[in-house]
């Protein structure tokens, strides 16, 4: 009987914990995990910007229903098709390359198309010489 009487009394501390841990997350915890998974499932309109730190440049600017996942050294970016495939995009960081990224609200953009505008400043010119 007093081994019932204890397991009861650690069900129910364990069970009260739960509700406090589930209770303690605010509103902007769930908002924010709300809108991860809205945006993993290409419901989020957003823009990516990689910047070029030591001079300041944009490199480039990617838009649209993206999902995005992240290491240290690459950003990847994963974009939904209007045929239903998918297409990844690799972006290399280092300690003067970051990006940002915005959730856009209020434009339209359609589910199946992104754009990417790279600033042709920053590619390097070279000439393609024919030897005969």
């Not at 009260?16 to 419901?43: E, H, L, P, R």
Request: hydrophobic share 40%; with cysteine.
């Amino acid at each position: 009987m007093k081994k019932l009487f204890i397991f009861c009394i650690i069900a129910i501390i364990v069970l009260a914990s739960c509700f406090v841990v589930t209770g303690c997350m605010d509103q902007a915890s769930i908002v924010s995990q709300n809108i991860s998974k809205q945006a993993d499932n290409f419901n989020v309109i957003r823009r990516v910007t990689v910047i070029n730190c030591i001079q300041g440049d944009t490199i480039f600017v990617m838009e649209g229903k993206l999902s995005i996942e992240t290491t240290s050294e690459k950003l990847y970016i994963l974009v939904e098709n209007a045929d239903g495939s998918y297409a990844k995009h690799i972006i290399g960081l280092s300690d003067n390359v970051t990006y940002t990224v915005e959730n856009i609200n209020g434009n339209y953009v359609d589910r199946y198309n992104f754009t990417i505008n790279y600033n042709p400043k920053m590619w390097i010119p070279w000439t393609i010489e024919n030897v005969d």
